[in-house]
């Protein structure tokens, strides 16, 4: 059982808005510590796609963004696409863990 | 460029201890706010955090594995080692290295992942 949790799937068709939500708790994301989300295809290394909760890296499109509120962040995409079809997972810092903690991943769909 | 490549065996017998290297360029484990991380998936299942080693030498694990993670660096080669005892079947995975820096908390740069499989 993750500190983070995730919905395990998302789906949504070509041109949509999906979002996936991280919720997490005071020792993590209410205690301010920033959250990250990764995108992981099969078979290569994950990658950063959003970072210190609403930070884009160069390279991403800005059909992704992030957002963080008390205890949870959100992932966002539009204008589905087939390519983003992945899972994906949220990051944060946590106090009594005393280090990092994934949430469990969430696979999206795109139909 | 940040580049990062984990090594190590494939093949672990059950109780045996895993010795998994993580081979860097591109930055520097001397530099402030710095860190190398291990992360593993196991087949089918989510990321999961191992271990954080940091510029200063702090060092950080996931508690449900803390009695069986040892984390080093040696800054000099490159490197850090991870090393992990009494391994378990449960235990196979893909073990990926990353790099971090302390402000901003996230791994921003993977090595290609190392699958080790942990069978008699």
């Known amino acids: 059982q993750s500190v983070l949790t995730q919905p395990p799937s998302v789906s949504g068709a070509p041109g949509q808005r999906v979002t996936i939500s991280c919720t997490g708790g005071s020792s993590n994301i209410g205690a301010l510590y920033d959250v990250h989300w990764y995108q992981h295809l099969p078979g290569t290394a994950p990658r950063v796609i959003i970072y210190?909760?609403?930070e884009r890296p160069s390279g991403v499109p800005d059909r992704f963004s992030g957002s963080k509120s008390g205890t949870s962040a959100s992932l966002a995409i539009t204008g589905l696409q087939a390519e983003d079809e992945a899972d994906y997972y949220c990051q944060s810092f946590d106090t009594i863990v005393s280090g990092v903690v994934f949430g469990g991943g969430t696979k999206l769909t795109v139909l | 460029q940040i580049t990062l490549k984990e090594s190590g065996p494939t093949l672990v017998k059950p109780t045996q201890t895993l010795t998994l290297t993580c081979t860097f360029s591109g930055f520097s484990l001397t530099t402030d706010k710095v860190g190398v991380g291990w992360i593993r998936q196991p087949p089918g299942k989510a990321l999961e955090w191992l271990a954080l080693i940091y510029w200063d030498d702090d060092r950080r694990y996931s508690p449900s594995l803390k009695t069986r993670l040892t984390i080093t660096k040696d800054a000099s080669k490159n490197q850090v080692v991870l090393a992990m005892t009494d391994v378990h079947p449960e235990d196979t995975a893909t073990y990926y290295c990353?790099?971090?820096?302390?402000?901003?908390?996230?791994?921003?740069?993977w090595g290609q992942g190392a699958l080790v499989t942990v069978s008699s």
């Open positions: 210190s909760n609403t």
């Open positions: 990353a790099h971090t820096r302390a402000a901003t908390g996230n791994f921003d740069s």
